[in-house]
């Protein structure tokens, strides 16, 4: 589904990514650990392209993205890959609702049917008594399940998840791992997701451990 070969990204002088080459199958749970520095969030945003390599390609079904514009890739990106942050990053003067539907009107769809969908996902996320509450009246939890329902909204290929769970107390992290797997489960939904959490990448399908820009083989 996703394949990444030999990807270099340099900032100046500095080499963050040396040369690392990544596959992604459908429906799989992959996690990224290593230590700060590694590289690990560099090689996410290019996963996601919300960043180009300066060398090597990254290739989703058959398309890469290095063909794309910049206009063609902001178009990709919205209809094929969700993103989840440590950090919810919602929108504190629109409703849960509201947030969630965000994507789907970006993407050109109708606004009734753009928040029926939101409904839909807000539902599935136990939050459907939720959804006129602003984002500073939910909980660290609630809030982060709106970040995933709004990563999903338009149906995508794939979730990136930077420190999803990084935020959040104990409980809250276990019931974000539970929601990863149920996705998997219900929706054939594809995760990757860069974690210090052991816990969380000892769970999934598979763990790739990044030292010094590039995969310890």
Do not use: C, W
Request: proline share 3%.
């Amino acid at each position: 589904m996703i394949e990444a070969r030999n990807i270099i990204k340099r900032y100046g002088s500095l080499e963050v990514l040396r040369g690392v080459n990544v596959t992604i199958g459908d429906s799989e749970i992959v996690s990224i650990v290593g230590p700060s520095g590694a590289g690990k969030t560099t090689l996410l945003q290019i996963l996601g392209t919300l960043d180009r390599p300066d060398g090597g390609t990254v290739t989703y079904d058959g398309t890469e993205m290095n063909r794309l514009s910049n206009n063609e890739l902001a178009h990709f990106r919205n209809r094929n890959i969700g993103f989840v942050f440590q950090f919810h990053q919602l929108l504190p003067e629109f409703t849960t609702i509201e947030n969630v539907a965000i994507p789907a009107l970006i993407a050109g769809e109708k606004s009734d049917v753009a928040h029926k969908r939101a409904a839909e996902l807000l539902d599935y996320m136990g939050l459907s008594g939720r959804l006129t509450h602003k984002p500073a009246q939910l909980s660290g939890g609630e809030r982060q399940r709106v970040a995933v329902a709004r990563a999903l909204v338009n149906s995508p290929k794939v979730i990136l998840a930077d420190e999803p769970s990084g935020s959040l107390d104990t409980a809250n992290k276990q019931e974000l791992h539970r929601l990863f797997f149920r996705l998997r489960d219900d929706m054939k939904q594809t995760l990757v997701i860069v974690t210090h959490d052991e816990t969380l990448a000892a769970e999934a399908d598979r763990t790739l451990r990044m030292v010094d820009g590039n995969f310890e083989q």
